[in-house]
């Protein structure tokens, strides 16, 4: 996946939604889907859930879909980044029980849950940074 601004003005993330121990798949399939809406409110390009790995060893079939991972794209131009982030680190903070959000550029990840505002703005500072060329 190529995240790099220089690849046509377009950055291509992965959002992967860790939810806690106690979630099932159908509760984990509603939440990502209410993580997608909001993520679709802030300029991106596409977003689309993400095509699924191997099956698990005993598996009847392949998983069409990783539960909980989309593939976002927008433009690398416009604050758009940093926005998504923040989107999800709101989102995260508005849950009850201990989600984790893992956001992957070119091969780097950058793994959200809830922080105080300064370690907050601290670690996405950077990572944005990383990809925006900013």
Do not use: C, Y
């Amino acid at each position: 996946m190529n995240g790099s601004p220089e690849a046509g003005g377009v950055i291509r993330v992965r959002v992967e939604l860790l939810p806690d121990a106690d979630v099932d798949a159908d509760l984990h399939d509603r939440l990502t889907r209410r993580l997608r809406r909001e993520l679709s409110e802030v300029g991106v390009e596409s977003i689309r859930t993400a095509p699924g790995g191997p099956a698990p060893e005993g598996a009847k079939s392949p998983d069409p879909v990783t539960v909980g991972a989309l593939l976002v794209a927008f433009s690398a131009s416009g604050g758009v980044f940093t926005s998504l982030v923040g989107v999800l680190q709101d989102w995260l903070d508005r849950q009850s029980a201990r989600h984790r959000i893992v956001v992957t550029v070119d091969g780097d990840s950058l793994e959200l849950e809830r922080a105080t505002a300064a370690e907050r703005r601290e670690l996405i500072g950077a990572f944005v940074r990383r990809h925006s060329g900013g």
